[in-house]
């Protein structure tokens, strides 16, 4: 067999445990009928780096956040007299590329829900396929249960999905640079844009922010620092909260910059309160 | 052949009428029951030296970027930089058709001033409206151009900035009377921005005086922003399904604004709520005056070939009267509802046919007065533009106004060299095809 067909008999055989399980209450009854399943092998799933967040993708979002669905990511979460979510997402994972954050933010905030967003699909696949295999792997402790993944446009589509003020956490683990200066309005952090993660994000709600790119970082940090509705953390701060430690070395990225002694540059940005209206 | 106009306006009196010919303004004013022509504009801005500049710059930016490198001869003596006159680039055979807009004209809100955005130099003109001048009423005062090509453009409600919206998404604000900015994103962030393009941008006021701006986009949205505070993103309006095209912001109510777009719903809201109070489906009504134009873009089309798109291009309102009225691209049809201002739900009132296509529409809301362009590619002889006037509860044709308007016009075009055009030079008229997604990219 080439590499190729054995790529894409692996892929099918993933799809069809994802469509069957990807939004099951997995728990004991599950479990009788798969047998532990591997965890998902990255080199199937390889595509290339950069997306246009400008392209008219093929893309699933509801047409307000009251139309969301939420229950099928997190069925663990089901009240089961009221069939509703006993609780919303609080926590974004805004390009979360192969997951790995969303993985040891996991048991860090058992009972949040958190939601990773990536726009390649091969990638977001892949983080499906690894969430539930995690989620059958930890049945027992019922492992994983408050994480998913939804493929989407967060540049253009972040506020039909969650409400004003819902989230308490934002994560921007290491954006495509886009370093081209014409390519810059394509930067996930943009003076326009930070409007909008000021209206999802609640007061007191942080953005977090990694790169290995010195450059985007001192551009993160401008905009961030020039948005009146942000307001940069201490160091020392950072070295309190245990998201930062997470976050440096838990993503994908952040052990690639480790394993080839790279820098990892850090800034983090609370919202602060809407000032008196003119 | 004449050119049909692409866009008309008229102020809020109805004494002034001003009307777009590809590159050009034409002003009329009433007089009696006729108008008669009282000035012009054409943008002729010749736009290779414009050009030119560019690529100046970027061959300085080139060759300061070689210098760097330090070109080097074997024996490690350096080159000298070989210094070419820049070319200006030439568009090549079966290049696209380059067309120089005047789009979105639009009236200060003390009707002082007429807006336009250009397509040449991707520039806001403004000018003043000079009554007193009996040649030519328009007075040219700025001509601020942009980054990205404008779509849209309002005023503050103050009138002192000019509120331009891009179609690569950005918003910006400028005070009308300062100097013309040279590099508007060093020196003028945007205010406000969407990752989309921008189809309309619209001003409200609350109960207390503050001030809102409204943004409308091809994703959907309609986003309601404070201002001049417009870091504070106050809500989104959802409901639309479809892009965007129009909002409309009437007088006689202080919380309902209309809007309008791909779907085939009007759409009211309460924006102060945040509320959707009525959709008003216009599908049955549109049918029978649908198209071959309204067929999908074969390669959207299905195998019967029966794929519809239609949609909104506008929605006008008068000042003391609750209707609203609307057409829907490239249909001979124009429709009046009835708005219930407490409730906002919206009925059927009049629907009035034209001989030809509908190409613009524009009210002069104080007169109660409707003005629309016609498409009169396969009817020469009739009229370019009719004005309507309200009867009892009804707008009629204003005949003899209309006739006399029409002499009018075809008297100050006659000899116009850029109206008269062959049948292949005219000019998009409906350009809201582009704006449906079909979800190309799938990955």
Known sequence: MTINTRRQTYLAEKQDHRKELKHVKIDESVIEKVDKLSLPQKRFYRQRAHSNPFSDHQLDYPISPDHMDWSKLYPHFIDSEKKELTKEVTIADIGCGYGGLMIDLSPAFPDKLILGMEIRVQVTNYVEDRIIALRTNHTKENGYQNINVLRGNAMKFLPNFFHKAQLEKIFFCFPDPHFKQRKHKARIVTSTLLSEYAYVLKEGGIIYTITDVLDLHNWMVTHLEGHPLFERLSEDWESQDKCVSIMRYATEEGKKVERNKGDKYVACFVRLPIPEII | MLHPFQSVLLNRDGSLLFCVVKNEIKAFKRDGNAYVTCGEWVDDLDKTSLIQEKVVMEQKRQLTENAAKKLKTNDGESVPQPKKKAKVPKPGVGAPPVYQYIRNLGLSRNGKMLLGCTDSDKAAVIFDIDLDNDKNILKLIKRQPYPKRPNAITTSIDDKDLILADKFGDIYAMPIQNDVVSSINEEQAPISGHVSMLTDVNMVKDSEGKQYLISTDRDEHIRISHYPQT????????????????????????????????????????????????????SDLIEKFLTDDHLAPGRFQNEQGNIIEYSVSKIVTLKNLPYITFFVEA???????????????????????FQDKIVSLASAQDANTLCISLDNRENQEADLIKLLSLEGDKFVEQMDTNSNLAKTIRSAL???????????EIYPLYNSLSMRKHGEHFS
């Open chain 2, 331 to 353: 249909t001979k049809i124009l429709f009046v509802l009835k708005v219930d201002v407490d409730t906002g739900s919206l009925s059927f009132h009049q629907s009035l046919e």
């Open chain 2, 414 to 424: 006659e000899s116009d060299p850029v109206a008269n055009v062959e049948l292949d």
């Open chain 2, 231 to 282: 870091f504070i993103v106050d809500k989104w309006l959802f409901g639309h399904e479809e892009f965007v095209s129009t909002v409309c912001v009437p007088e006689w109510s202080d919380k309902l604004i209309l809007s309008a777009g791909g779907d085939k719903y009007i759409f009211s809201w309460n924006w102060k709520a945040g509320t959707l109070l009525f959709k008003f489906d216009y």
